[in-house]
């Protein structure tokens, strides 16, 4: 399961199908769990049960968070923290301000989630809540690594690790480790990265955690891609797609269809490539997730470039530079405005962006 709020056993009304979709969210079945958390709310509205209400509100916005809906879940983030608000609940506070900071950031808002998630870690150290103050390094560390400030991310995940292995959160310890294989391959430290990431897949394997599973496959298969082992590189991406369509999360699946797209083109099947490419920008598109939007941007540049459309493929790395200012994303900005230049030059390519 994400990092995120505990599954907590209510009593009284609405609790059959809060369980239930607790359970379902437990085993990663994110379409059933949001749909029994909504009928839970209706109980808990009929009965006026406002802690219910409050606790299906966060659970349902973590659930959307995992299956890649971020405007969802920031709606139901923002009617959680009012509700925790009022009742001064701080803890509730904390726990939506980060999940809307998590929501934010995938929407493409790195300053705004990171102060929402460090107003969150100083309620949770205020609290005295280690797990919390865990959880939300965590997340910290992956708004770094959004924004492109890849020496902080890593600085910060090792920080998260620390803090959960003395915890024993063997699921915290594991997504710490899929963060760190993640920096270290954009830092080119590709062993360290394969390393990290086969440290997560054993955790999420002795856990039985299908979306951790999915995402350290993709990480796995980035690593082999980077050391041009694309054969192996497939076979992970093969098992991390399967996992993300069972769970139904439309944009780490999109980011794992990219992830084959560059591989396709590293090995010269460039009409795979574009359909790929096309196919995980519609799922950006619908999902609202501006990075993935700008390597899709690049991936469609380098395949125009290598046959032989160059007025696409510079206007392609315009598009995807210019997306990347806007959003202040350093390290896809590098990329797009290398590539751009290079298509001007008549650089070498393709490029295996990490």
């Given at each position: 399961m994400l990092p995120g709020l505990n599954p907590v056993n209510r009593k009284g009304a609405g609790e059959e199908y809060f369980n239930r979709a607790e359970k379902h969210r437990k085993s990663a079945r994110y379409s059933a769990a949001v749909e029994s958390y909504k009928r839970a709310l209706t109980f808990y509205a009929k009965g006026q049960d406002i802690a219910g209400t409050l606790d299906c509100f966060l659970a349902l916005g973590d659930t959307f968070r995992a299956k890649g809906e971020f405007t969802q879940a920031r709606s139901v983030y923002t009617e959680?923290?009012?509700?925790?608000?009022?009742?001064d609940d701080r803890a509730s506070v904390a726990d939506a301000l980060a999940g809307l900071g998590l929501s934010v950031r995938a929407l493409g808002d790195w300053r705004e989630a990171l102060n929402m998630v460090n107003k969150a870690a100083t309620i949770y150290r205020a609290l005295g809540d280690r797990k919390g103050v865990a959880f939300s390094l965590w997340a910290r560390a992956g708004t770094y690594r959004i924004k492109g400030d890849i020496k902080q991310a890593v600085k910060t995940y090792h920080l998260s690790l620390d803090m959960f292995r003395s915890l024993r959160d063997s699921s915290g310890m594991a997504y710490s480790y899929c963060g760190l294989g993640g920096?270290?391959?954009?830092?080119?430290?590709?062993?360290?990265?394969?390393?990290?990431y086969k440290m997560a897949n054993r955790m999420f394997s002795r856990l039985n955690d299908p979306f951790g599973l999915a995402y350290s496959f993709c990480g796995l298969g980035?690593?082999?891609r980077m050391d041009n082992d694309y054969g192996n590189a497939l076979i992970y991406f093969r098992k991390a797609e399967d996992l993300y369509r069972k769970i139904g999360d439309r944009v780490s699946y999109a980011y794992t269809l990219w992830s084959v797209g560059v591989t396709y083109t590293m090995t010269g099947q460039m009409k795979r490539a574009l359909d790929l490419f096309k196919k995980s920008a519609a799922f950006f598109e619908q999902t609202k997730d501006p990075r993935g939007k700008i390597y899709c941007m690049i991936g469609i540049g380098e395949v125009n470039y290598m046959t032989g459309d160059m007025r696409k493929?510079?206007?392609?790395?315009?598009?995807?530079?210019?997306?990347?200012?806007?959003k202040g994303f350093k390290l896809e900005m590098d990329y797009a405005e290398k590539l751009f230049k290079a298509s001007q030059q008549g650089g070498q390519f393709p490029v295996n962006l990490p």
């Amino acid at each position: 399961m994400l990092p995120g709020l505990n599954p907590v056993n209510r009593k009284g009304a609405g609790e059959e199908y809060f369980n239930r979709a607790e359970k379902h969210r437990k085993s990663a079945r994110y379409s059933a769990a949001v749909e029994s958390y909504k009928r839970a709310l209706t109980f808990y509205a009929k009965g006026q049960d406002i802690a219910g209400t409050l606790d299906c509100f966060l659970a349902l916005g973590d659930t959307f968070r995992a299956k890649g809906e971020f405007t969802q879940a920031r709606s139901v983030y923002t009617e959680g923290l009012g509700i925790a608000e009022a009742l001064d609940d701080r803890a509730s506070v904390a726990d939506a301000l980060a999940g809307l900071g998590l929501s934010v950031r995938a929407l493409g808002d790195w300053r705004e989630a990171l102060n929402m998630v460090n107003k969150a870690a100083t309620i949770y150290r205020a609290l005295g809540d280690r797990k919390g103050v865990a959880f939300s390094l965590w997340a910290r560390a992956g708004t770094y690594r959004i924004k492109g400030d890849i020496k902080q991310a890593v600085k910060t995940y090792h920080l998260s690790l620390d803090m959960f292995r003395s915890l024993r959160d063997s699921s915290g310890m594991a997504y710490s480790y899929c963060g760190l294989g993640g920096s270290s391959r954009v830092s080119r430290k590709f062993r360290d990265s394969e390393k990290y990431y086969k440290m997560a897949n054993r955790m999420f394997s002795r856990l039985n955690d299908p979306f951790g599973l999915a995402y350290s496959f993709c990480g796995l298969g980035n690593a082999r891609r980077m050391d041009n082992d694309y054969g192996n590189a497939l076979i992970y991406f093969r098992k991390a797609e399967d996992l993300y369509r069972k769970i139904g999360d439309r944009v780490s699946y999109a980011y794992t269809l990219w992830s084959v797209g560059v591989t396709y083109t590293m090995t010269g099947q460039m009409k795979r490539a574009l359909d790929l490419f096309k196919k995980s920008a519609a799922f950006f598109e619908q999902t609202k997730d501006p990075r993935g939007k700008i390597y899709c941007m690049i991936g469609i540049g380098e395949v125009n470039y290598m046959t032989g459309d160059m007025r696409k493929a510079k206007k392609a790395f315009k598009r995807a530079l210019n997306c990347a200012e806007r959003k202040g994303f350093k390290l896809e900005m590098d990329y797009a405005e290398k590539l751009f230049k290079a298509s001007q030059q008549g650089g070498q390519f393709p490029v295996n962006l990490p």
